[in-house]
């Protein structure tokens, strides 16, 4: 037999596999928590005047939207 052959024949036996393959990475890593999408500093409650001037911003942008 040849190798195609043998290769054919492992398939008719055992199927194909379409599943993943590799290893499989944590989705988390590499990236950097912030606040920055946090309710208190995306309505700039908080106190920090350019959190303000961003959720003032955003605002401005929602409504243009409308």
Avoid at 12 to 21: H, V
Avoid at 41 to 66: C, L
């Amino acid at each position: 037999m040849a190798k195609s052959d043998d290769d054919f024949q492992n398939i008719l036996e055992n199927g194909i596999s379409f599943g993943r393959g590799g290893d499989r990475k944590d989705p988390n890593e590499g990236k950097v928590k912030t606040k920055a999408k946090k309710k208190q500093y995306i309505t700039g409650a908080h106190g920090s005047g350019s959190a303000r001037q961003k959720a003032k911003y955003r605002e401005q942008r929602a409504n243009r939207k409308h």
